[in-house]
């Protein structure tokens, strides 16, 4: 049950950051890729480091490495597919 909970979050996660960059009138490969990265970042910052700052934890860098791979993959993965049509 958690992880259906888990992947129908990150669905809705995605589908927003997409419903987002659609929104830039002509999205670059780069432009989507960096845009995905910051979401990455913001997600890193707003959980994982903020806990660690109130309640010091062994695994941040793990953490961080997992939200800028897996950020990271996903952004290749949307400047390849938002921009299908347009190159």
Request: with cysteine.
């Amino acid at each position: 049950m958690n992880m259906g909970r888990s992947l129908l979050v990150n669905m809705v996660v995605v589908w927003l950051l997409c419903w987002l960059l659609v929104k830039i009138p002509t999205p670059s490969f780069g432009t989507v890729f960096i845009g995905t990265i910051g979401t990455g970042l913001i997600v890193f910052l707003n959980a994982p480091y903020l806990m660690h700052i109130w309640y010091g934890s062994f695994d941040l860098m793990a953490h961080f490495v997992d939200a800028l791979v897996g950020w990271g993959v996903t952004g290749l993965w949307l400047g390849w597919w938002l921009r299908r049509g347009n190159a």
